[in-house]
């Protein structure tokens, strides 16, 4: 507990320093509210669109790394709003890349592309609730993970437990020369509620 109250403090004051330009003190305590969970007007939660199994078809060109928190502990809060900025950058390290990276979905099958690199999944779609279980291989062992899709304007958002992709990535070499991954594994660790995952475009 001691290492996620240094963590959540540490990005804090990270947000205070980058928040510097706010344009009033009145701009910053706005700003920090917003992440501790208070608000000054009721926003309405907006419904959730899923794809339908026709709309998955096609190829779909990854655009961006994405995490959410649907808990509402203050200091996890504070500590995933400046994990969301370090992310991109930790995918291109991971050799993803917006615009060039893909996946071709085909029937219950999945080909994802990166670079010269491919692998092929398989999946099952539950269109009722966005939800994909896919089947895979990650070093020769089988893995299987499943996701929340959703859609809107044309992209599409698919969600994973963060635990469960930190698993995996945890036995990355990548994960055990970066101290930054292994900071973001530590608050995963902690909190429920945390998924990661990407948005997509349409070819």
Same mark, same amino acid.
């Given at each position: 507990? $001691?290492?996620?109250?240094?963590?959540?403090?540490?990005?804090?004051?990270?947000?205070?320093?980058?928040?510097? $330009?706010?344009?009033?003190?009145? +701009?910053?305590?706005?700003?920090?509210?917003?992440?501790?969970?208070?608000?000054?007007?009721?926003?309405? #939660?907006?419904?959730?669109?899923?794809?339908?199994?026709?709309?998955?078809?096609?190829?779909?060109?990854?655009? +961006?790394?994405?995490?959410?928190?649907?808990?509402? +502990?203050?200091?996890?809060?504070? &500590?995933?709003?400046?994990?969301?900025?370090? #992310?991109?950058?930790? &995918?291109?390290?991971?050799?993803? #890349?917006? !615009?060039?990276?893909?996946?071709?979905? /085909?029937?219950? /099958?999945?080909?994802?592309?990166?670079? +010269?690199?491919?692998?092929?999944?398989?999946?099952?779609?539950?269109?009722?609730?966005? /939800?994909?279980?896919?089947?895979?291989?990650?070093?020769?062992?089988?893995?299987?993970?499943?996701?929340?899709?959703?859609? /809107?304007?044309?992209?599409?958002?698919?969600?994973?437990?963060?635990?469960?992709?930190?698993?995996?990535?945890?036995?990355?070499?990548?994960?055990?020369?970066?101290?930054?991954?292994?900071?973001?594994?530590? #608050?995963?660790?902690?909190?429920?509620?945390?998924?990661? !995952?990407?948005?997509?475009?349409?070819?």
């Amino acid at each position: 507990m $001691k290492r996620v109250l240094f963590i959540a403090t540490f990005l804090l004051a990270t947000l205070c320093q980058q928040s510097a $330009k706010a344009q009033s003190f009145g +701009d910053l305590l706005k700003g920090l509210s917003g992440l501790l969970g208070g608000t000054t007007t009721q926003t309405q #939660v907006e419904k959730p669109v899923f794809p339908t199994e026709k709309e998955l078809i096609g190829t779909w060109i990854y655009t +961006d790394p994405e995490v959410t928190y649907e808990g509402n +502990d203050p200091l996890a809060s504070i &500590a995933i709003s400046t994990v969301k900025g370090q #992310v991109p950058s930790l &995918a291109q390290k991971y050799g993803v #890349v917006s !615009g060039r990276d893909y996946a071709i979905v /085909k029937g219950s /099958k999945i080909t994802l592309v990166s670079g +010269d690199k491919k692998a092929k999944a398989s999946y099952t779609y539950i269109p009722s609730t966005g /939800k994909a279980i896919i089947t895979g291989e990650h070093n020769g062992q089988k893995i299987i993970l499943t996701g929340h899709l959703t859609i /809107k304007d044309g992209m599409i958002t698919i969600l994973f437990d963060a635990k469960e992709v930190m698993a995996i990535l945890s036995e990355t070499s990548t994960f055990k020369k970066n101290s930054t991954l292994q900071m973001i594994a530590g #608050v995963i660790a902690n909190y429920q509620g945390i998924k990661a !995952g990407a948005t997509a475009r349409k070819k």
